[in-house]
């Protein structure tokens, strides 16, 4: 009887412990919330609407998870929407396939993500100072390319087809998000890669001398985090079939907000990708909910504040005292 209280003690800490087990039920709870107080709120066309919304944002985190697993950010991340959403539409307007005109964003994306791995990686400068100059440089070159104009004319018939199209019903967006988010919990649970950047997070000295080469684990994921970012923007200028140059306007911070909800930690060494897609949800149902109730904008904008924190807090809390908790014994 005492061996099967322990084991039953023990359960249930470890399951108070699971964050995302936190996450699911307050997902779980703002839904129900939600579907009470507005009336179409239930609807599958509703909850499609919300997952092609934020679509955007769980692909480019399920990189930047392990990004900021290993205590590093990007802030540029809004600005390669940007900038690649301006290049895949002045591509297609100029007659070149979508598919090789996604390639070409794509590779953009490749490019940024290679030189914020050097600044940061191989120079040093860290990544808030590196990071928020490519945010500018982006920004600007995107506004260059297009005189600062939305490009709309002439866009190809078939432009909108991956953030718009269905298959079996499925937005395509959809299925994206499942893509993506399975292969990058492979990668987190099952390679090295995930690993290393768990361990460069939670000690980079003992990583080192573990022989785990931290600066060619940052500079790859850098370079994942950047091609992610550009098929966003691919995604973004297919959703609102144009090429807005200022399009992507804090998609850095909602990437970092679904992080952070997801439970990933700014230091490090601590961080998953399910987390991630969690926490998006919930800061996508908590937009389409307050929309629905017709709750203004700036309101959403401190509600939603309190609510980031107060998760935090919360959760950081209940962990810390869970793990000091004595098992109580039968």
């Known amino acids: 009887m005492r061996q099967t209280g322990d084991r039953k003690a023990r359960f249930g800490l470890a399951f108070l412990r699971d964050q995302k087990f936190i996450l699911l039920a307050t997902l779980i709870v703002i839904n129900v919330f939600f579907g009470l107080t507005s009336r179409n709120f239930f609807e599958v066309s509703n909850y499609f609407n919300m997952l092609k919304q934020t679509a955007m944002i769980i692909i480019t985190g399920s990189a930047a998870t392990l990004l900021m697993m290993t205590g590093n950010f990007d802030l540029s991340t809004g600005s390669t929407v940007a900038c690649t959403a301006v290049l895949y539409a002045l591509l297609a307007t100029h007659g070149v396939s979508m598919l090789l005109a996604a390639i070409v964003a794509v590779a953009v994306g490749v490019v940024i993500g290679v030189l914020n791995g050097t600044l940061v990686a191989r120079v040093g400068i860290p990544p808030f100072i590196a990071t928020l100059g490519m945010m500018y440089i982006v920004r600007g070159l995107g506004l260059v390319a297009c005189n600062g104009r939305s490009i709309r004319e002439?866009?190809?018939?078939?432009?909108?087809?991956?953030?718009?199209?269905?298959?079996?019903?499925?937005?395509?967006?959809?299925?994206?998000?499942?893509?993506?988010?399975?292969?990058?919990?492979?990668?987190?649970?099952?390679?090295?890669?995930?690993?290393?950047?768990?361990?460069?997070?939670?000690?980079?000295?003992?990583?080192?001398?573990?022989?785990?080469?931290?600066?060619?684990?940052?500079?790859?994921?850098?370079?994942?985090?950047?091609?992610?970012?550009?098929?966003?923007?691919?995604?973004?200028?297919?959703?609102?079939?144009?090429?807005?140059?200022?399009?992507?306007?804090?998609?850095?911070?909602?990437?970092?907000?679904?992080?952070?909800?997801?439970?990933?930690?700014?230091?490090?060494?601590?961080?998953?990708?399910?987390?991630?897609?969690?926490?998006?949800?919930?800061?996508?149902?908590?937009?389409?909910?307050?929309?629905?109730?017709?709750?203004?904008?700036?309101?959403?904008?401190?509600?939603?504040?309190v609510i980031l924190v107060a998760a935090i807090l919360l959760n950081e809390k209940i962990f810390k005292s869970v793990k000091k908790a004595p098992v109580a014994l039968a």
């Open 154 to 305: 002439n866009i190809p018939a078939n432009f909108n087809a991956l953030a718009r199209g269905t298959f079996l019903g499925i937005p395509i967006p959809v299925y994206l998000i499942v893509l993506f988010v399975v292969v990058f919990w492979i990668i987190q649970r099952r390679t090295l890669l995930g690993k290393y950047a768990m361990a460069i997070g939670g000690n980079r000295n003992a990583a080192f001398f573990s022989g785990i080469n931290a600066t060619a684990v940052v500079f790859g994921i850098y370079i994942m985090v950047g091609a992610l970012a550009a098929f966003s923007g691919v995604m973004m200028a297919s959703r609102f079939g144009a090429g807005d140059p200022r399009s992507g306007n804090g998609f850095e911070f909602d990437v970092i907000v679904a992080i952070l909800m997801g439970g990933t930690s700014l230091k490090g060494g601590k961080g998953t990708v399910v987390g991630t897609l969690l926490g998006a949800l919930i800061v996508a149902v908590l937009g389409n909910g307050l929309d629905m109730l017709n709750v203004l904008t700036f309101w959403q904008s401190i509600l939603k504040g």
